[in-house]
């Protein structure tokens, strides 16, 4: 019975000191559950504005880029200072998505800008008549056309342009921004002022002047029979507007008419501009074949020759250096290829392919790479370039050394 008796109380109760044991893991459970909630209860304050609102979570199902929305919810409800406006911010977002592509040739175009380089293309624009030229410092050189206002008011070849109504011209400024403030209305008062550097010699001045806007007509063909040989010609090609082919074929019947015996033609510092006017103007120098092939995502077309040539047969040099680009580069490499004529110079700039540019709602425009063309012999132009038949090396004081060396060259094939 004692046995028994002791037996039942061992199983019911336990020892003292396993007791206090319990008791002490108790309250230390209840004081750590405790601390947990405080700190759940604190972060509510501490991180309830990045802890995801159901509400701006929730998106239209229909809409194809939803991220953008909740994105644009969330700037407006608690970004801290004034956002831009809904133009600015979706410009914004048009540029980013172009830019995903990696393609440096597919871009997109504020209003302004694209209203300029749409009347550049045409040939005219109000404005004040400069040609800007990048230098291999990064300046940007002035170059006025004659009759302009900005030759009216003193600016000279390779003036170094500074300062823009009083904004300085930094090395990261884009071209297209600075023509569009060097264009404008035509109207009374209406212009720009302008701060330029002119280095002659040893002198070095800068001033500013104010220059009026006024209507410009832009010569895409410069042309002239050379003083140092006059069996010569030269025909300079700016770029590529719609005016050109017309304005060529003015340039070659004068200079046939003078009796010229060879050709140079300028292709230097080209940037390109309309696709079909450059085969047009390859095409004055061509008899029939091919001038280029473009191919598309799943198709390619063929440019044949356009009507009948002006100089088929005159020994031709082409000038190009490495600013010589696009639809420039498609004419010197018909020429070279067809053995119409040879390259003298630089290492040519490589794009080789196409832009359309389709104009949206507001006026603004993107250029979007939708082709590229090769050369008859199906070379490659985009990233590669054209190499020169004759290397030069710009002479570093400015001496045309490119127009020299096909002076020689021509001037060889006369007495051959």
Known sequence: MLQSSVSTVHNNQKPMNTQIKEYGRSIALGALMGV?????????????????????????????????????TYLERYYLRPLPDDTTKQYAAI?????SLEDRNTFFIEPPVAQSESDALAGTYGGIGVQLQRSEMGDYLLYPFEDSPAKAAGIMDGDILVAVNGTPIEIT???????????????????????VRRILGDTNE???????????????????VLTEDQRIGYVLILRFTNRTPDELEIALSDLRAQGIQGLILDLRNNGGGLL??????????????????????????????????????????????????SAAELVAGALLDRERGILIGQQTYGKGTIQQIFELGDRSSIHVTSAEWFTPNRNKIDGVGLSPTIAMIPDPNGRDVEIGEAIRYLQQTFSD
Not at 173 to 194: C, H, P, T, W, Y
């Open 36 to 72: 947990m909630l405080a700190v759940v209860f604190a972060a509510g304050f501490v991180m309830r504005d990045i802890i995801q609102i159901p509400d701006l979570a929730a998106t239209d199902a229909t809409n194809e880029y939803p991220l953008l929305d909740e994105v644009n």
């Open 95 to 99: 540029k980013g998505m172009l830019e």
């Open 173 to 195: 400024s884009q071209q297209d921004a600075i023509d569009q403030l060097l264009r404008g209305e035509v109207k009374d008062n209406n212009g720009v002022e302008i701060t």
């Open 206 to 224: 800068e001033f500013t002047e104010f220059i009026p806007f006024g209507v410009i007509n832009v010569p895409s063909v410069i042309w002239r």
């Open 276 to 325: 079909q006017e450059s085969v047009e103007v390859a095409s004055k120098f061509l008899e029939g074949g091919v001038v280029l092939y473009e191919q598309r995502r799943d198709s390619e077309k063929e440019y044949p020759v356009v009507g009948e040539p002006l100089m088929p047969d005159v020994p031709m040099v082409v000038l190009v250096n490495q600013w010589t680009a």
